[in-house]
């Protein structure tokens, strides 16, 4: 009575019944696997595959069974999250400007004049872009800016962003780095005028979301003068180094 079903999210799987299924923490795995499943009737269930647990929900009824095959396809990591400054709309846009620079896409940038005066970092409401990206519950994310460090005037380097999200947790499950709040990560450039890609670092440089769907992104100079044209929150490419590329392709 085997059928095969179609994949709703991250895995490709036959089993005996029919139904939907993804991992908790995407696929890591591939193969045949004899399996028990523990649901008689139409609703949601899970299967054990070592440390992987395969949620699927039942469409109809059928008898216990200690015999499903579980045929799974590993998948990729979830979409790189870009965000380009030139598509962002105006009222994004807090005490930020947009400027022109050839180099970046669209051929523009947003940035801070810089007076050579302190910036104080959340939650202190000073220049900020905020803006929606789309995320996915659970899964590791790390984030980078294309950042353009300015020319260092009085007690600006020119080279500071802190970031926010909402719904972002630690490994524990806790909340951090929310708007309002004084927790956030840090991105800092080089002395060195010019484009770069940076890291937003904190003591967990990886989050996470609570949820998945959209999420509110708080980007705050922290200091005059510093700009960006290029927002990345990355699943996959990019958790452990930087993009090499000056601007990087949406997906």
Known sequence: MSRSIRLLAILAIGLVGAGHAQTSSGPRFSGDFRVRYERTTAGNGALSLGREVVRFRLGVTYPLRDDLIVRARPQGPPPEVVV???????????????????????????????????????????PHVTFKVKVQRGVPYRCWIHMKVGAPKGKSLANVLWVQFSDAVDKASREVFRPGTGSYLT?????????????????????????????????????????????????????????????????
């Not at 670092?201 to 999420?215: I, K, N, Y």
């Open 84 to 126: 380009y400054a030139s598509d962002l709309p105006k009222d994004a846009l807090s005490e930020f400007d947009v400027w022109n620079d050839p180099a970046s896409p669209g051929g523009r940038m947003v940035g801070t004049p810089n007076s050579g005066d302190e910036l104080d970092p959340p939650p202190e409401n000073d």
């Open 187 to 251: 991105a800092r450039g080089p002395t060195q005028e010019g484009w770069t890609w940076v890291g937003c670092e904190s003591s967990e440089p990886l989050m996470h979301f609570r949820t998945g769907g959209d999420v509110t992104v708080r980007v705050q100079a922290g200091m005059e003068g510093v700009g960006f044209d290029q927002f990345l929150l990355s699943p996959g490419r990019f958790l452990e180094h930087a993009p090499s590329e000056a601007i990087v392709k949406k997906q």
